[in-house]
């Protein structure tokens, strides 16, 4: 899982990570100031924010702690105190609590905090698919501890990752139609992919990343019984044979089992998941179907994180990193001749 990012970045991020509590199970750098996207310099990503992800054995412990060493990154949240800010990470949206716009050691940051327990869920069931999807595609791990949960549910989450990919592609495709699904399966249903986001992101992050996305699922391609994977050619051909859509079907996780048999079986029927399943790997509409159950989950856990987003970064910061956002989608679209070519 570990990959490479910037060069001579290792001391900064250890500077970051020093400057909160050491009680992390998991952490990770993402996105754009971390892993260069196509049609961004390198004086541009040392400008972009840094995004973070802790994962934490006991969030009220934990948020404690960081709330005596750094009060001020929190809203006006703080005031509630950590057992009631913990209750807000857990119980609302993706079970995420960030805190955004944060300057630390010369650079601005956002970071979200997700209990272990919770992210195991997310990454073995796609519950909300929010961290999980991060995971999805290449990050730069930090702190991996020893629980072997999570190390299993990490690779769990690479696998389903590829198996509903598959699902949604043809009989023959090259990696990087691969990836691009891949790296495209959680802004399926996003909202803020339509306001508030670059429309080229997907491609911008696979065009310039296709080696680290190599090295995430090489592996699981070699030993995956369902795909005959040419890595020299970059090719690819799998079973799309209605058992052998079947089988993928039986192999996604439980929350998208359960989205896919809700669009399928009308109310009333209650059919066995098993069967509704066989009915869909029979359908030439299948891909679509899984494309419709990815996006009502990623929908649902958008809104409801971006909503908690709000009282969690505060309305100034809410507006300030919005305003970034609309800036970066009008660059997008003004680039978008440039991107169109390359397809």
């Known amino acids: 899982m570990t990959l490479p990012a910037l060069h001579n970045t290792g001391v900064l991020y250890r500077r970051i990570l020093s400057q909160f509590p050491q009680d992390i199970s998991l952490a990770f750098a993402y996105g754009s100031g971390v892993f260069k996207q196509h049609g961004t310099s390198q004086g541009q990503m040392e400008?972009?924010?840094?995004?973070?992800?802790?994962?934490?054995d006991d969030p009220v412990t934990?948020?404690?702690?960081?709330?005596?060493?750094?009060?001020?990154?929190?809203?006006?949240?703080?005031?509630?105190?950590?057992?009631m800010i913990?209750?807000?990470?857990?119980?609302?949206?993706?079970?995420?609590?960030?805190n955004t716009?944060?300057?630390?050691?010369?650079?601005?940051?956002?970071?979200?905090?997700?209990?272990?327990?919770?992210?195991?869920?997310?990454?073995?069931?796609?519950?909300?698919?929010?961290?999980?999807?991060?995971?999805?595609?290449?990050?730069?791990?930090?702190?991996?501890?020893?629980?072997?949960?999570?190390?299993?549910?990490?690779v769990a989450n690479l696998k389903s990752a590829v198996t509903a990919s598959f699902l949604m592609l043809p009989e023959s495709f090259t990696e990087e139609d691969l990836f691009l699904q891949i790296a495209g399966l959680s802004y399926a249903g996003d909202f803020r992919m339509v306001i508030g986001e670059d429309k080229s992101k997907v491609a911008n992050i696979v065009q310039d990343n296709?080696?680290?996305?190599?090295?995430?699922?090489?592996?699981?391609?070699?030993?995956?019984?369902?795909?005959?994977?040419?890595?020299?050619?970059?090719?690819?051909?799998?079973?799309?044979?209605?058992?052998?859509?079947?089988?993928?079907?039986m192999a996604l996780p439980r929350t998208l089992q359960q989205?896919?048999?809700?669009?399928?079986?009308?109310?009333?029927?209650n059919r066995d998941v098993e069967e509704i399943l066989l009915q869909v790997a029979q359908d030439p509409d299948c891909g679509a179907v899984v494309q419709q159950g990815i996006s009502s989950i990623v929908k649902s856990s958008s809104i409801t994180q971006s909503?908690?987003?709000?009282?969690?970064?505060?309305?100034?910061?809410?507006?300030?990193?919005?305003?970034?956002?609309?800036?970066?989608?009008?660059?997008?679209?003004?680039?978008?001749?440039?991107?169109?070519?390359?397809?």
């Open 47 to 56: 400008k972009n924010m840094l995004d973070f992800v802790f994962a934490v």
């Open 62 to 83: 934990w948020h404690t702690m960081n709330l005596l060493q750094n009060r001020k990154h929190y809203s006006i949240l703080k005031l509630l105190g950590p057992t």
């Open 86 to 98: 913990s209750s807000i990470q857990n119980e609302h949206g993706a079970s995420v609590y960030y």
């Open 101 to 154: 716009l944060v300057p630390v050691d010369g650079r601005i940051i956002k970071y979200g905090v997700i209990s272990t327990e919770s992210l195991i869920d997310d990454l073995t069931h796609w519950k909300t698919m929010y961290v999980a999807g991060r995971l999805h595609k290449p990050v730069k791990m930090l702190v991996q501890g020893e629980n072997g949960k999570l190390r299993a549910a990490l």
């Open 210 to 249: 296709i080696q680290h996305f190599r090295i995430l699922y090489s592996n699981i391609l070699r030993d995956c019984p369902q795909v005959v994977y040419k890595p020299q050619q970059g090719k690819l051909e799998v079973d799309k044979s209605p058992e052998g859509q079947f089988t993928q079907l």
């Open 259 to 269: 989205r896919i048999t809700k669009l399928v079986d009308p109310p009333g029927k």
């Open 307 to 343: 909503i908690k987003g709000i009282a969690t970064a505060g309305l100034w910061k809410t507006v300030s990193y919005s305003s970034k956002k609309m800036m970066k989608m009008w660059k997008g679209w003004r680039r978008k001749p440039s991107v169109s070519q390359m397809s």
